[in-house]
């Protein structure tokens, strides 16, 4: 079965400094890609998807992400942390002829000031 | 426009009641996804509408959880005789027909004491 992994949970970074976050998925083929932030109290919101062509992917928030399929990875950068970005960070893949994601076990970043 | 809407976004129940749980989806969205969300954890994904028809209830954890979206609009997810490993929150997630993106609710928090 597919699945994902994000091998951190949590992550502190300093307002200004930049930032990776790791994600990597299990599967034969090409699976479309999918980052999501979700806030306190909040539902999931769409950062970014890659389905084919560049593997480099523009989202919004400043947020970007890059598919690299040697190492099965998807791992979402941004080069300039903001206090507002603090929340949890979700990785998700659907796979197959299916439509349902598949989340990781997410990642909560903290920003200090 | 109006995005997607979940009523009510917190919920206690006492061990042995039954709750019903709405999810509006984004108007003229087709799919509809329900996932749950433990503490500390990814969505995991319960069940797929398209349109009135459930087409993937692999999710569902047993018999006492039902789905149902009678007209292709509103739907309802209902869990009898909550028992304490019911508590989560509860996402709704809606998409076009042929889009993988989909669009998260705020969410139901249920509590079973």
């Known amino acids: 079965a597919q699945s994902v992994t994000q091998p951190d949970i949590h992550i502190t970074v300093s307002e200004g400094a930049s930032l990776e976050l790791r994600c990597n998925y299990s599967?034969?083929?090409?699976?479309?890609l999918f980052w999501y932030v979700q806030s306190p109290g909040q539902g999931l919101q769409l950062l970014l998807k890659y389905f084919s062509g560049d593997t480099l992917v523009q989202g919004i928030k400043g947020f970007e992400a890059e598919f690299k399929r040697s190492q099965s990875s998807f791992n979402l950068r941004k080069p300039s942390v903001h206090w507002s970005d603090a929340a949890e960070y979700f990785c998700a893949v659907i796979t197959g002829g299916g439509n349902k994601l598949t989340f990781g076990t997410g990642t909560q970043l903290k920003v200090e000031l | 426009g109006a995005g997607v809407s979940q009523s009510p976004r917190y919920k206690v129940a006492k061990r042995g009641q039954d709750v019903a749980l709405r999810c509006d989806p984004i108007?003229?969205?087709?799919?509809l996804f329900w996932y749950q969300q433990a503490l500390g954890q990814g969505p995991e994904f319960l069940t797929y509408?398209?349109?009135?028809?459930?087409?993937?209830k692999s999710g569902l954890p047993s018999d006492r959880f039902f789905a149902e979206r009678p007209e292709g609009s509103v739907s309802t997810l209902k869990i009898q005789r909550t028992q304490q490993e019911d508590s989560a929150v509860y996402l709704c997630a809606s998409s076009t027909r042929t889009g993988y993106e989909q669009y998260f609710g705020p969410g139901t928090r249920l509590t079973v004491t």
């Open positions: 509408f398209q349109n009135e028809a459930q087409l993937d």
């Open positions: 108007s003229g969205h087709v799919s």
């Open positions: 599967y034969g083929a090409t699976p479309y």
